[in-house]
């Protein structure tokens, strides 16, 4: 599988996750099947590390929950510990409703793929294959 870019360029490397969302066409016409990926822009890059980062915190104190039911934490401590993990999923919240993920129609894969094979085409050509 070949990862491309929206234009049909090959991405040289690994593609992270946080550098952008992937798609692929299963009933692409092309073959080798190819991985499309739209890289974030600056912004939603932040953005998509933002939350990650927030959900990671929930994820890293959902025992707290635990603790308080079994007695290790008293009212008071328990309410402020509610109100930190209450407060980052408002933050959470707040960045999801201006975060754009970046998309791709199903026609602009499948030019970017038609690309991709003519630049694998015109390789194979320059290298005599």
């Known amino acids: 599988m070949l990862i491309i870019?929206?234009?049909?360029?090959?991405v040289k490397g690994t593609w992270?996750?946080?550098?952008?969302?992937?798609?692929?066409?299963?009933?692409?016409p092309y073959?080798?099947?190819?991985?499309?990926?739209?890289?974030?822009?600056?912004?939603?890059r932040k953005q998509w590390e933002?939350?990650?980062?927030?959900?990671?915190?929930?994820?890293?104190?959902d025992h707290w929950d635990n603790k308080f039911i079994e007695?290790?934490?008293t009212q008071e401590?328990?309410?402020?510990?509610?109100?930190?993990?209450?407060?980052?999923r408002n933050e959470i919240?707040?960045?999801e409703k201006?975060?754009?993920?970046?998309?791709i129609t199903l026609e602009e894969m499948r030019e970017a793929e038609r690309k991709a094979m003519e630049h694998i085409k015109n390789t194979e050509e320059v290298n005599g294959q």
């Open 5 to 10: 870019d929206n234009y049909g360029n090959q």
């Open 98 to 103: 201006e975060f754009v993920e970046p998309a």
């Open 50 to 61: 933002e939350i990650l980062e927030l959900k990671n915190k929930l994820a890293a104190t």
């Open 16 to 28: 992270w996750r946080s550098m952008g969302p992937a798609f692929d066409d299963r009933d692409s």
């Open 71 to 73: 007695g290790e934490y």
């Open 93 to 95: 919240r707040e960045i």
């Open 77 to 88: 401590e328990w309410e402020e510990k509610k109100a930190q993990r209450m407060a980052w």
């Open 31 to 44: 073959r080798p099947d190819f991985l499309v990926v739209i890289p974030y822009t600056d912004k939603q």
